[in-house]
Every structure is written in structure tokens, then in C-alpha cells.
């Protein structure tokens, strides 16, 4: 393992004013996503979707720093024929892709998942190297409800995180390390708070246990907010407060950064939370997004699959990405919602 260009791949995911856009949604996901907006999921319409967004010069040349594909996309040519991978390449963000294989029941812990795809995972990145790969991704998903999350079902995805992680790095690959605690649910805020340290714990315990060096990772992680159906809110910074409490108390400080998931809330919260906890600063990681829906919602709204609404995508897309880059900053504000609006 070469951890110093490792360590540079994950510098460049996590540079300062920029941030990555999470495009990697499984088959399954990108159907709910298309019929939301009347479109049939095909390979074409697949492709044409993510072919716009890829092609959005200025957020791409600008606001993003990496773009994590699913596998279709990663082997995917553009109408014209040029890999889509290049298209990111030359656009100057790094391309990764997702190699988790989705969630299963964990038997024995009703209600509860384990994360797959370590089988046969060093054939499949070498392969994903070959064609352009620099960083992978692996989700693992963790449930708030009555009894749960138990202890032995997180243990069981960190360490599956864990293993993913060292494969990755072998292959000269950055593992984007995403352990989500939902926001599903009638939780508060201060019971995400209390599963969210307890998760990252464990997935650093078994990330050492696992010789993962951190200097060579990305940290993905969920922010501490309510759950959605909770009947009291949160104040934005109280979210960004207790984000901040939560990894400082569980995060080592060689982890270069730490690129958030958006997982359900709303565009403008997801990009607040970001730009108050930057804002607040006093940590030793870079913060930064990786949203999928937080980027996404606009373009996919705006595009409804047809050719003549893809310049109206391309300016929502730079839009939110534009939003969420200066709030890696620290640099958003209310007023540039409209003010900036393309
Ligand atoms: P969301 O930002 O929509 O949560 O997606 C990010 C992601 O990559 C989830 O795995």
C-alpha cells in the first residue's frame, strides 16, 4: 500500500470548496428517484440523466471534488461515446465507485441489517482501478427504533466496514467509510446523538483492529439530527454543535475529512447544517458534503426526462452544488438561496 498517494486522493475529495456528489443509487433507487418524476428507468434514460449532470461544466469543474457511480455507470459510455468516467476525469474530479452490495436481514437481530459484497472484492477493484476508479464507497446502515440498534449488529457492519476498508486500500483505492445512522423515526435529537457516538466508536475500534490506515480513508458519516417524525425540532445549530461534539469525542484527527451524507433532510437543511458546523469550526477535519438526494432532488425535478430541460438540470445541479460548496466554507447565507439562483 502506497499510503501517501492514499492520502492524497483523500486530501482531493475533501479540498476546502468543494465536495462530492454522490450519483452511485442502485437500480432499485434510481427507479423510485425516475418515477417520482415520470421517468422509465432504462439504461438510456440512466445514462442521459447522469451524462447531464456529468456534463454540467461549471459545477463539475468548480463545486466537485469526486463523484461516487454505481457499477453501470462506472462502465457506461456518453451518447457521443466518451466513457463517462473520463468526462469526471476531465472535469478534474476523482471518480469512485459503490461496492457494497446492498443490505440484508442480520439473522438473529430481527429488524435489523448487515451491509454485503466482500466476496470476491479485490478481483472487482482491481478491475474498477483499471477503469478509472480511485476511491470506493460501502455503506452501512444502522436503524433507530424500540431495542435497537444492538450492540452485536453494529459490531457486525463496522467490522464488515472495516474488512472493506483494508481491501480497498491494498488496491490502492480510498474507502469512503459511511456508517448511516437513519433518520427514520420518532427518535430525538439527543438519542441520535447518543447511537451516533456509539457507532463511530465501534467502526474506529475495528477499523484499528483492521490495520486501516485512517490517513487513507474518508469519513462518511450521518449528522446528529431529530428523527423525522419526532415532534420537537432541532435548531440548526444545535444539529451543527452536537455533529461537532459527537466526532470530536469519537474521530481520530489523522482522518483528513469528513463528507456528509444528506440522508432525507431537506436541501437548503442539509446545506445550513453543513455551512453552521463550518462556520463554528474548532475541529481538526476538512467538512464537506457528499450528497445524493441534497444535489440531486433540483436537477431530477427540473429535467423530468426531457432533451429540452437540460440546461434547466445543469443550472439546478450548479446551483445546490454551488450552496453546498460555500458551505464547506462556511460561506453560505440565506439570501444567497435567491439571490444566486441561476
Ligand atoms: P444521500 O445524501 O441522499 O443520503 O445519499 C448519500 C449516499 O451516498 C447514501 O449512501
Same mark, same amino acid.
Given at each position: 500500500m502506497n499510503l501517501a498517494a492514499l492520502n492524497e486522493i483523500a486530501e482531493k475529495m475533501v479540498t476546502p470548496g468543494k465536495g462530492i456528489l454522490a450519483a452511485d443509487e442502485s437500480s432499485g433507487t434510481i427507479k423510485k428517484r425516475? !418515477?417520482?418524476?415520470?421517468?422509465?428507468?432504462?439504461?438510456?434514460?440512466?445514462?442521459?440523466? @447522469?451524462? /447531464? /449532470?456529468?456534463?454540467?461544466? %461549471? +459545477?463539475?469543474q468548480k463545486y466537485i471534488s469526486g463523484?461516487?457511480?454505481?457499477? %453501470?455507470? /462506472?462502465?457506461? !459510455?456518453?451518447? !457521443?461515446?466518451?466513457p463517462l468516467v473520463k468526462l469526471i476525469a476531465e472535469a478534474g474530479a476523482v471518480p469512485g465507485i459503490k461496492v457494497d452490495k446492498g443490505t440484508k436481514p442480520l439473522p438473529g437481530f430481527p429488524g435489523e441489517t448487515i451491509t454485503e459484497g466482500l466476496d470476491g472484492l479485490p478481483e472487482r477493484l482491481a478491475k474498477d482501478y483499471e477503469r478509472g476508479a480511485r476511491f470506493a464507497k460501502w455503506r452501512a446502515v444502522i436503524d433507530i427504533a424500540a431495542g435497537i440498534p444492538t450492540a452485536g449488529a453494529v459490531k457486525a457492519n463496522a467490522h464488515a466496514l472495516a474488512r472493506y476498508a483494508r481491501i480497498c486500500q491494498e488496491a490502492q483505492i480510498v474507502p469512503i467509510v459511511e456508517p448511516e445512522v437513519l433518520m427514520d423515526g420518532s427518535h430525538d435529537i439527543a438519542r441520535c446523538d447518543e447511537v451516533t457516538r456509539f457507532v463511530l466508536q465501534t467502526v474506529f475500534a475495528e477499523l484499528f483492529e483492521q490495520r486501516v490506515a485512517l490517513e487513507g480513508i474518508v469519513l462518511k458519516p450521518n449528522?446528529?439530527?431529530?428523527?423525522?417524525?419526532?415532534?420537537?425540532? +432541532?435548531?440548526? !445549530?444545535?444539529? &451543527?454543535?452536537?455533529?461537532? *461534539?459527537?466526532l470530536k469525542a469519537t474521530v481520530p484527527s489523522s482522518v483528513p475529512g469528513i463528507a456528509y451524507l444528506s440522508g432525507g433532510q431537506s436541501d437548503e437543511e442539509a446545506t445550513a447544517h453543513l455551512n453552521a458546523m463550518n462556520k463554528?469550526?474548532?475541529?481538526?477535519?476538512?467538512?464537506?458534503?457528499?450528497?445524493? @438526494?441534497?444535489?440531486? &432532488? *433540483?436537477? $431530477?425535478? &427540473?429535467?423530468?426526462?426531457?432533451?429540452?430541460?437540460? *440546461? +434547466?438540470? $445543469?443550472? &439546478?445541479f450548479t446551483h445546490r452544488a454551488r450552496m453546498n460548496a460555500l458551505a464547506s466554507l462556511g460561506k453560505w447565507e440565506d439570501s444567497l438561496e435567491t439571490a444566486l439562483a441561476a
Open positions: 425516475f !418515477d417520482a418524476i415520470g421517468v422509465e428507468s432504462t439504461e438510456t434514460n440512466r445514462r442521459d440523466y @447522469r451524462e /447531464l /449532470l456529468f456534463r454540467s461544466t %461549471e +459545477a463539475m463523484v461516487i457511480l454505481y457499477e %453501470e455507470t /462506472l462502465y457506461q !459510455d456518453a451518447a !457521443d461515446g466518451t449528522m446528529v439530527v431529530c428523527g423525522k417524525k419526532c415532534e420537537t425540532r +432541532a435548531t440548526i !445549530d444545535e444539529c &451543527a454543535h452536537r455533529t461537532i *461534539a459527537a463554528i469550526g474548532g475541529f481538526p477535519w476538512k467538512m464537506t458534503f457528499s450528497y445524493g @438526494r441534497a444535489l440531486q &432532488a *433540483a436537477p $431530477q425535478k &427540473a429535467w423530468a426526462g426531457r432533451p429540452e430541460n437540460v *440546461a +434547466a438540470a $445543469q443550472r &439546478a
